[in-house]
Structure formats: C-alpha cells, structure tokens
C-alpha cells in the first residue's frame, strides 16, 4: 500500500485592503485625514544595448531610482500644518528647509494597521487651494503636493521605522 502523503497544505489568507481607510502623519504624529492621496512610487531607470554577435537577447544596466511625487488631497481645514511647513520653502531668507518623514498608513475594516508607507526627507513643492464657488455644496478641498528622497514600505506603522532626520542639514547628513 502507498504511502500516504501526511503534509499538511499551508493556507495562508489575505487581508485585502480597500483604498480609502489611510492617514498621513509626519513623523509619528498623525497630522490628517485625507480623501486621496495619489502618486506613492518608484521607477528604476535603466538602459539596454545590444551585445555584437548575441541576437537574441539585450542586455540591461539598472541606473538611479526616480521617486514620483506625491499628491494629497483633502477637506479644507482651520489646521494649518502643511501651509506653515510649505511656508519654510518660500523663505528667501537662507534659512534651513525642514524635510520630514512623512508616513502613509492604511488600515483594514476593524482598524488594524495594514501597510505603511515611509516618504524619507520629503518636503512639499506645492499647494493648491480649492476653488470657491458661490453655488457650490461640495466639501472645498485643498491640495498639497511632496517630493521626497526615498521610499521605505513596512507591513505595520512602526514595524520598519524610516531613518531619522536628526543631523541633518538643508536635507544633507552632516559629516563628522
């Protein structure tokens, strides 16, 4: 008689996450609720050439990669958290930008942590204010949009804490 096979088959289930439990802190504070948040990404740059005498391949040198800009949009509020930190980059004084850690959390129905995105020494590059219309009865929503050097994913907030920006200097480690 064959043996029979006594392994036990792993399951593993997934916890989807629906697109529109997230909050946005700088930091490890959370600074707001946002209705969207678009642009979290990266693309490796590279370049291909073709190698004499091997026709049926490419070869493929990896480059730098580019982190996209990061939009946030919500509901206009007296909080003025984000203004105040762009403020710093319109400064023509010389004085030092802040750049932040920004963190993106996502979380499931029940509330728990799902993911989280780390944007590393991210600073804002523009704002938009809604448009204001006599008629309207929609929420007036803000827009704010960040730059960053890096992007850290972690599965749970804290699991993976992005590095911190103490040292630095106008975004630069400081040397020693």
Known sequence: MPAKNTAVASTTELNFITANRFYVGLESTISASFTECQGLGVKVKYETFLEGGVNDQQRTLLGQPEFSEVTLKRGLTDDLVFWDWLKQVLKTDGSAITRRNVNIVVFNQAGETMQCWTLIGAIPVSWKAPALTADANSVA????????????????????????????????????
């Open 141 to 176: 929503i803000e827009e704010l949009t960040l730059i960053h050097e890096g992007i850290k994913v972690a599965k749970r907030a804290g699991a993976a804490s992005a590095t911190s920006l103490k040292g630095r200097k106008n975004g630069y480690f400081v040397s020693n």
